[in-house]
């Protein structure tokens, strides 16, 4: 069925690393436009990253930009985010999500990886 | 950036009951408006699209309606799986997220 499953979440300290994955299943990835969205705990929705089909198109937050790089394989059915110089604040669940035309709503959704920034 | 405002921050109602969850934004974003609703735990599901178009397998209690700065989510009557936190969001200008809607029991 179609799926996404986010890994590569957990603790780290500030201004450490971390690499999120999301691996997508049951659907044709590479006509999927995708995105990052973040949820600190007890919070709302944070759009992240979005990355076209092809990987030709890249848009950020301001709230981590500089600091997070998206990318996809489609070869692997894969999209990543490189996250760097981690704040307490990127503390949140990550899902990837993605839609299929480019202009509309995500009708994908992955489960979440939970990322911790704490020293 | 294009700011999304919902009201109410929390409601209660009871089964059976019709709710209505308005958002704003704060320029016009045509029709590019969706609806999510969130349980605990759990990852966002789509509910409405382009303002007023309901999602495959989503249940037609569920409607959307606004253009331009004003829209509204509506169940026409509530069931006890719709207990759950519901989110707009514009996809007009990059993505934007409203800050929720708590239903909760009366």
């Known amino acids: 069925q179609v799926q996404l499953v986010e890994s590569g979440g957990g603790l780290v300290k500030p201004g450490g690393s971390l690499r999120l994955s999301c691996a997508a299943s049951?659907?044709?990835?590479?006509?999927?436009?995708m995105s990052w969205i973040r949820q600190a705990p007890g919070k709302g929705l944070e759009w992240v990253s979005y990355?076209?089909?092809?990987?030709?198109?890249?848009y950020y937050a301001d709230s981590v930009k500089g600091r997070f790089t998206i990318s996809r394989d489609n070869a692997k059915n894969s999209l990543y985010l490189q996250m760097n110089s981690l704040r307490a604040e990127d503390t949140a669940v990550y899902y990837c999500?993605?839609?299929?035309?480019?202009?509309?709503?995500?009708?994908?959704w992955g489960q979440g990886t939970m990322v911790t920034v704490s020293s | 950036d294009i700011q999304m405002t919902q009201s109410p921050s929390t409601l209660s109602a009871s089964v059976g009951d019709r709710v209505t969850i308005t958002c704003r934004a704060s320029?016009?974003?045509?029709?590019?408006l969706a609806w999510y609703q969130q349980k605990p735990g759990k990852a966002p599901k789509l509910l409405i699209y382009?303002?007023?178009s309901l999602e495959s397998g989503v249940p037609s209690r569920f409607s959307g309606s606004g253009s331009g700065t004003e829209f509204t989510l509506t169940i026409s009557s509530l069931q006890p799986d719709d207990f759950a936190t519901y989110y707009c969001?514009?996809?007009?200008?990059?993505?934007?997220f409203g800050q929720g809607t708590k239903v909760e029991i009366k």
């Open positions: 999500a993605g839609e299929a035309t480019g202009d509309d709503a995500f009708d994908i």
């Open positions: 990355i076209s089909s092809s990987g030709s198109t890249i």
């Open positions: 049951g659907f044709t990835f590479s006509d999927y436009y």
């Open positions: 969001q514009q996809y007009n200008s990059l993505w934007t």
């Open positions: 320029q016009s974003i045509s029709s590019w």
């Open positions: 382009k303002a007023s």
